[in-house]
């Protein structure tokens, strides 16, 4: 028993005679005629009662309600595997860090999806260490994030620089300065992310090259959500700049001097998984094109 079979079947109680459903189908009446035999053979039950006008048998009106679910469903099949070998459906499971989680990748995957309306993609938000460790794991198909630790299997393909910029209250005694360096924080309460994040140890690096007393801490586990922190008096940050497009009433924005605390951001997978999967191919293939600058652009337009 195939689809195809299935389908005459079906073709032929739908158009009331076998010499009409071979005609629909483009089959010779022969062909039409040996299929339903075949069937009731491999089914040992006789399902028409042929004459002047097809009769469904008891078994062949059970098997007609049953076998139009079937032949609906392998049609559904049928059509998504094509669309995945085309590459034009699938299913894929796609990582991202924020800020570009919240800030970005909304607007990138409407637009991918407006290209390719079959693909299923899942969108998973976590740290890089996190998201490193769900695709070694096969857990995820490919991330968006910053580059991994050395040593972890992982391939890395870079595409944008995410920029940061040094967010202060108001009244605080620094936002008087147009100049701050990473010495002047010195003495000031910093706001930071967790202990495993990547911004956070080039942040620190950064800092302890430049000396002095240990720096007062507090840690706020989400980057994006810094700048409320900062607002609300709790400390500096340093923060993406695409989330201050504009800056919360009541901070300012200020550049730090020296070294720049700048996370490179790209494409990330197993090395096992390069070259990536068709659908995830398309994806990766969409976000290299993109131009990410003009993406932060649309954000500081829209007042996000």
């Known amino acids: 028993m195939d689809l195809k079979t299935l389908k005459t079947f079906q073709t032929i109680v739908s ?3 076998f010499n009409k459903a071979a005609d629909e189908l483009k089959y010779a009446q022969s062909t039409v005629t040996m299929q339903i035999q075949k069937l009731e053979a491999d089914l040992g039950v006789q399902l028409i009662e042929r004459g002047k006008q097809i009769t469904l048998t008891e078994a062949g009106r059970l098997f007609h309600e049953q076998s ?10 049928y059509s998504s595997m094509e669309d995945i070998r085309s590459g ?17 990748f909304p607007q990138l995957l409407q637009a991918f999806l407006d290209c390719f309306p079959k693909m299923d993609v899942s969108v998973e938000i976590a740290g890089t260490a996190a998201l490193s ?15 991994p630790e050395l040593g972890e299997q992982l391939y890395f393909e870079p595409l944008f620089t995410e920029t940061f910029a040094l967010l202060l209250p108001g009244q605080h005694p620094l936002a008087y300065k147009e100049e701050i360096t990473a010495e002047d924080l010195r ?26 007393p240990p720096l007062d801490t507090r840690v706020i586990g989400s980057m994006t959500a810094l700048k409320y922190y900062v607002a ?21 924005q200020r550049t730090l001097q020296g070294k720049t605390i700048d996370m490179v951001c790209g494409i990330l997978c197993r090395i096992s998984d390069y070259p990536l999967k068709v659908a995830s191919a398309r994806l990766a293939q969409f976000l290299q094109e993109q131009d990410y600058g003009t993406i932060g652009e649309q954000f500081k337009s829209i007042g996000v």
Do not use: W
């Open 187 to 212: 003495g000031h309460r910093l706001l930071i992310t967790a202990v495993n994040c990547p911004y956070r140890k080039k942040l620190e690096s950064v800092l302890q090259e430049s000396g002095g």
């Open 68 to 77: 139009r679910f079937i032949v609906s469903d392998m049609e559904r099949l």
């Open 15 to 17: 158009a009331g005679s």
């Open 232 to 252: 609300a008096g709790l400390g500096i940050a340093l923060v993406p700049g695409i989330v201050l497009n504009p800056p919360p009433h009541g901070t300012v």
């Open 133 to 147: 460790k769900q695709l070694q794991h096969g857990e995820l198909d490919l991330a968006l994030c910053s580059a």
């Open 88 to 104: 034009d459906g699938g299913r894929i499971r796609i990582g991202v860090t924020d800020p570009t989680a919240s800030y970005r």
